[in-house]
């Protein structure tokens, strides 16, 4: 029996641009096998789109609320979405 996939949309608050986050979140999100996309917003905030296991969304999750050094997370809004198009997990271009 295959596992449950989720996909969630997060979109992280914070001081969590110009720290290395999108390469935190990349490294941890190929890490447990996710599919999906990290940006940054012209807000300030960090978006992610990710896409696996219902395990593995959720451990990115934790991830993202934690942050890499020199971070500070303020908030993750989490939001159900359809998974990507493409496989992998990439950085996009900031928007």
């Known amino acids: 029996m295959s596992e449950e996939v989720t996909t969630l949309r997060l ?12 390469n935190f979140v990349i490294a941890e999100a190929r890490k447990l096998g996710l599919d999906g996309w990290v940006r940054n917003r012209s807000d300030g905030t960090v978006e992610v789109l990710c896409s696996g296991t219902t395990k593995a969304v959720e ?37």
């Open 11 to 22: 979109r992280i608050e914070g001081q969590v641009q110009a720290v290395g986050y999108r």
């Open 59 to 95: 451990g990115l999750v934790a991830q993202c609320m934690r942050g890499p050094a020199g971070s500070r997370v303020g908030n993750v809004e989490l939001h159900r979405a359809d998974p990507p198009a493409e496989k992998g997990f990439n950085r996009r271009p900031s928007l």
